[in-house]
């Protein structure tokens, strides 16, 4: 049996008579690419909040990485990575600084913090760039920089929010070879993203359409599902069904 990383059961999300997430039940796999996606609207980044223990659910139960989503929320955000679609490291430090500022945050011992590091700057082939304000890199290094930071300290689970928006189709798909590697090791990836392309490199897909999970299976299973070429395709047909925009 699948070892079950993620799991939740009727997770729901209400601010006032507006339901965002409404009864949703699922179950990640350790070392799954699960893509999350959904229409602007649909509920996807209220529902990834409360996983990372951002925000407490108005009703319903779940667990990441072993800790109760309603009252372990710190535990949680100490044991996963994220990176959101805004980039959040910080331009007038190095690529060295900005890793090792990130490993002390997660409480790394400065022994295994160094070697990390190290480690990080020779997978992104970033060595002789070490001591490049971050300031002056391109937009998709930048990208690659913030997702193996998001791994610094080795977490069971990474949340990425829309992570190559605005990349250019090569480097996306450099950032793509990052997050199957790092899968490979292990490491449970969970995503959202707009590029229904980068859909098809995901192992299971849960798609959702006001608030609800409407379609949650493989590519290869959704596209024959739905009668579709591409998961463009299926994207679109749940969409229409949306009767909210916000």
Not at 79 to 105: A, H
Not at 124 to 141: A, T
Not at 162 to 183: C, H, M, Y
Request: hydrophobic share 40%; proline share 2%; charged share 25%.
């Amino acid at each position: 049996m699948a070892d079950t990383i993620i799991s939740v059961s009727g997770l729901t999300k209400q601010f006032g008579a507006f339901v965002a997430v409404d009864h949703i039940s699922f179950d990640v796999y350790r070392g799954e690419i699960f893509g999350f996606l959904g229409a602007n609207g649909a509920g996807k980044t209220t529902a990834m909040r409360m996983l990372c223990g951002l925000s407490y659910p108005t009703a319903g139960t779940g667990t990441v990485a072993g800790f109760d989503i309603r009252s372990q929320g710190e535990l949680i955000k100490r044991n996963i990575g994220y990176m959101s679609q805004r980039f959040s490291l910080y331009d007038d430090l190095t690529v060295k600084e900005n890793i090792e500022l990130y490993g002390g945050i997660y409480g790394m011992a400065h022994k295994e913090l160094s070697e990390r590091v190290d480690e990080l700057l020779q997978r992104l082939q970033f060595i002789e760039h070490k001591d490049d304000l971050v300031s002056s890199l391109p937009l998709g290094w930048k990208q690659k920089l913030a997702f193996m930071v998001a791994t610094v300290h080795s977490p069971e689970i990474v949340f990425l929010d829309e992570p190559t928006g605005g990349v250019d189709p090569i480097t996306r798909r450099q950032f793509w070879d990052l997050i199957k590697a790092t899968a490979a090791e292990g490491t449970t990836i969970f995503v959202t993203t707009h590029y229904m392309d980068e859909a098809e490199f995901c192992d299971r897909i849960s798609m959702m359409v006001d608030g609800k999970i409407r379609a949650l299976d493989s590519p290869s299973n959704l596209r024959q599902q739905f009668n579709a070429q591409n998961m463009e395709q299926v994207f679109y047909r749940l969409a229409r069904e949306a009767q909210r925009t916000e």
